[in-house]
């Protein structure tokens, strides 16, 4: 936390904090980290085992801290580390040296010993030297206790215990007072640099955004949801936001989230989404406030495969160039961007990164600290493999903003996250990688066993469990995993990828084991001789609130969250939390609704007969008009059956249509996508019909505006398709609250629709219109799932869309 107090700047950290940045070094090695979390349980276990083995003048866990006031560019700058010493050893008589384990002791005069304790999984016996961050710890707390107890002297003792076997390994060293005080000036003077920068560009930015105003005339509605979004944040409450296009949901949010941050609400801003295309817009809008005058640092972070030099990213430094010895130069790298750079695009970082010969990704990263706002995926804020735990660590308060675009995709993207699953023939598959003892080998064909005991189901079936059924088999995986990261600890220059892939999926479902409540669902399939156990998450709600809290006033948007209640219960909200509808500022009569009443995309009638009636729709409703328009469909296969009874009705050739089409392949690349959608252009000569299937890659997130797209078709109501996982979870929900149609198949297929829909009317002086193709859109169901921008709807007959469209396209 920094802040000007009494004309000086100050920092206070801890002192971890502190020299892990300052007295960073080293390589990148992605093995050398597997098992982190584990390792500090594992050494406050050892730690407390040390501490009690210790004579009577071994004081345990001593808190310390300290300040020291520094000189740089003429400015003061106050630093205040605080932390706690794992351990102070005072000595009356020099005789009580040799109590203790660590005779070195005896060889020197200080009677004032600092000991550090670190507990590793690697051979401690192995190390000539302790790590420099560790010592660096260590001298720290020397520094205070000697200058506040105004000693000559002190000691300092690094013990190591390794974890496997226990084994202790000291390192002992003697300053004095004036070695100490003038290493410690050295760190606190280069610590100083980056306040000095930081403090400076805190002021720039506050100033810049107190000046800044609104940078574009208030559309009707749109000042209420600023001044929403801003109440949410000064109050602490989450807001949930149903926005239409054409609000300017984007610059809707980011601007009060900045101005609130320019008031000391918010120290960052993290800016979630899920596509590239509205990453891409948030970039635009923070660049649209930078050229209103605001000095802000944004960065975009990028995936580590596309920004990795490898055909494969592999972190380690026998494979990257960049990875060996990056830590030694990355501090500087990220200086000497953030003094020289005012916009930070993925080019502008892998410029410097190659400059400085460190890897892009883990760089990224770095200057992300330093930003002021972070555009990201959702995965590094909810992800408990991948989150920012640079951010998102115990002892963070409430420091950032948050808002999650496109927010309803975060609630199935959040189940995949806390979900797990373990399949025995995985298990065999793994087993011949391990070079381990024979008995570490065993257990994995054990578990594979007892995994394919508790699928007592016919080949094909799925049995639900209890969670006192699985106790046995889960304690037989946390016992593989423990072996298993031992392994990992011991071998780490010479593991089979296969090895590492399954540990890091093991410790996703050891640590999934323990958040296992009523929000969860244990289900497990018999595949022939196999067995799959699977970990579902039912509702993320909860686990989605532990990172939640992190965030200030969180606002969670998207053009389509009907009903709200339910992404409310799913993303975390509460009684207390606000619900907002921005209502959309387009003229209703611009945009024309009609459903169809004799038509159905239902299974029970695909039939050939059905599909010539929608073919007949599709056919009259591009014909009414020339124009761009997408057809979307409930599958591939459903597009392309009636593309093909489309086309047997032009003689059958392509050439014949009266419009030129083009059909969305499955796994399409970005230069595909890019190309399909420069086929719509402005005022075509001849109308371009896009095929497309709801719920793709075309059905949400694009923006072709004006004449670019006049009309939207949809076939069906979007239901997902019927199968085990969906069950599964409209059983949970029928178990739970008696709405498991609702919420397995209704409200997610919903959802595509309305998306699918969004693509037409894009701005104020668009016109378009938007053709549902199934009986049950005139239901009262699905009707009350229609947005209220929809409100000029009609219901026809396929004799009737004709006339309806005509009467459209001719007014004004």
């Not at 005779?103 to 009677?111: H, M, P, Q, T």
């Not at 990220?334 to 990164?353: G, N, P």
């Not at 309803?408 to 990688?433: C, F, G, T, W």
């Not at 929900?733 to 919903?750: N, Q, R, T, V």
Request: aromatic residues 12%; contains cysteine.
């Amino acid at each position: 936390m920094n802040n000007t107090h009494d004309d000086i700047y100050s920092s206070r950290l801890s002192v971890r904090e502190f020299v892990e940045f300052v007295c960073r070094s080293g390589d990148i090695d992605t093995k050398d980290r597997a098992g982190d979390p584990e390792a500090m349980r594992e050494g406050q276990r050892l730690h407390k085992k040390i501490q009690n083995s210790q004579p009577e003048g071994y004081t345990p866990e001593l808190p310390m801290s300290g300040e020291v006031t520094v000189l740089y560019n003429e400015e003061k700058f106050l630093i205040s580390l605080d932390g706690r010493a794992d351990g102070v050893i005072r000595i009356n008589n020099p005789i009580e040296k040799f109590e203790y384990e660590n005779k070195e002791l005896s060889l020197y005069e200080s009677n004032v010993i600092i000991d550090e304790i670190k507990c590793m999984y690697t051979d401690v016996k192995k190390l000539t030297e302790p790590v420099p961050v560790h010592i660096a710890q260590a001298k720290c707390y020397a520094f205070f206790c000697l200058r506040d107890e105004n000693l000559p002297k002190i000691c300092v003792q690094m013990s190591y215990c390794g974890i496997e076997h226990e084994d202790l390994v000291f390192f002992t060293f003697e300053y004095t007072k004036e070695e100490l005080t003038e290493w410690f000036m050295g760190l606190a003077t280069y610590f100083a640099k980056w306040m000095y920068w930081e403090k400076h560009h805190f002021i720039d930015r506050n100033e810049t955004i107190k000046a800044c105003e609104f940078p574009f005339e208030y559309r009707p509605g749109q000042k209420e949801l600023v001044k929403n979004i801003y109440l949410s944040i000064l109050r602490d409450k989450k807001i949930f936001i149903e926005a239409p296009t054409g609000v300017g949901k984007t610059i809707s949010a980011v601007y009060p989230s900045v101005k609130a941050m320019g008031e000391g609400l918010g120290r960052k801003l993290f800016y979630l989404t899920a596509r590239t295309i509205t990453r891409t817009v948030a970039e635009e809008t923070a660049g649209i406030l930078k050229n209103a005058g605001v000095s802000m640092l944004a960065i975009t972070l990028t995936a580590k495969e596309k920004l990795c030099l490898l055909e494969k990213p592999e972190c380690s430094p026998l494979t990257c160039p960049r990875a060996k010895g990056h830590e030694d130069r990355v501090n500087e790298a990220v200086y000497d961007l953030i003094t020289h750079e005012k916009s930070i695009t993925r080019q502008v970082v892998e410029s410097y990164a190659e400059k400085h010969n460190v890897c892009p990704f883990e760089f990224a990263l770095d200057i992300s600290l330093w930003c002021d706002m972070i555009i990201c995926d959702y995965n590094y804020c909810f992800d408990p493999n991948v989150y920012l735990r640079r951010f998102f660590a115990e002892g963070h308060g409430k420091e950032y903003l948050l808002l999650v675009d496109e927010a309803h995709n975060l609630v199935d993207r959040a189940r995949e996250m806390y979900s797990a699953s373990i399949y025995s023939q995985r298990l065999k598959d793994v087993r011949p990688y391990v070079k381990a003892r024979e008995e570490t080998r065993r257990m994995f064909t054990s578990l594979a066993n007892l995994l394919v005991k508790l699928a007592d189901v016919p080949d094909g079936e799925r049995k639900i469990l209890e969670i006192y059924e699985c106790e046995a088999f889960f304690a037989k995986v946390e016992k593989l995993y423990e072996r298993l990261k031992l392994y990992v600890s011991d071998r780490k220059k010479e593991i089979d990828d296969e090895v590492m892939e399954f540990f890091f999926d093991l410790k996703n479902f050891v640590d999934t084991i323990v958040y296992l409540d009523e929000n969860y669902c244990i289900s497990i399939d018999r595949k022939g001789k196999e067995a799959l156990l699977r970990l579902n998450c039912m509702n993320p709600r909860m686990r989605l609130m532990e990172y939640l809290r992190f965030h200030r006033g969180p606002a969670l948007y998207s053009a389509t969250l009907l009903p709200v209640k339910y992404y409310m219960d799913q993303l975390g909200g509460d009684e207390e939390d606000y619900a907002v509808y921005a209502p959309s500022p387009f003229d209703s009569a611009k945009r024309k609704v009609i459903i169809a009443s004799d038509v159905s995309a239902k299974y029970t009638r695909r039939n050939r007969a059905e599909y010539e009636k929608l073919a007949d729709y599709i056919d009259a409703f591009v014909k009414a008009k020339t124009g761009n328009y997408l057809i979307f469909f409930p599958s591939y296969k459903m597009m392309d059956d009636i593309y093909e009874v489309l086309l047997e009705s032009y003689g059958g050739f392509p050439e014949n249509f009266d419009f030129t089409a083009v059909k969305q392949e499955s796994g399409m690349s970005e230069e595909e996508r890019e190309a399909f959608l420069e086929c719509f252009t402005e005022n075509p000569e001849k109308s371009m019909v896009g095929f497309c299937v709801m719920g793709g890659i075309f059905s949400e997130g694009i923006d072709l505006k004006a004449d670019r797209l006049i009309g939207v078709a949809i076939v069906g109501t979007g239901l997902p398709m019927v199968g085990p996982d969906r069950e599964l979870f409209k059983n949970f929900y029928d178990d739970l609250s008696g709405d498991g149609f609702e919420h397995a198949y209704l409200w997610p297929g919903m959802n595509k629709v309305l998306q699918a829909g969004g693509r037409v009317i894009r701005t104020e002086d668009d016109r378009g219109v938007i053709l549902l193709l199934d009986d049950r859109f005139t239901t009262r169901t699905y009707q009350a799932l229609l947005p209220k921008e929809w409100e000029n709807r009609v219901v026809i007959r396929v004799d009737g869309l004709k006339a309806e469209l005509d009467n459209f396209w001719k007014r004004k």
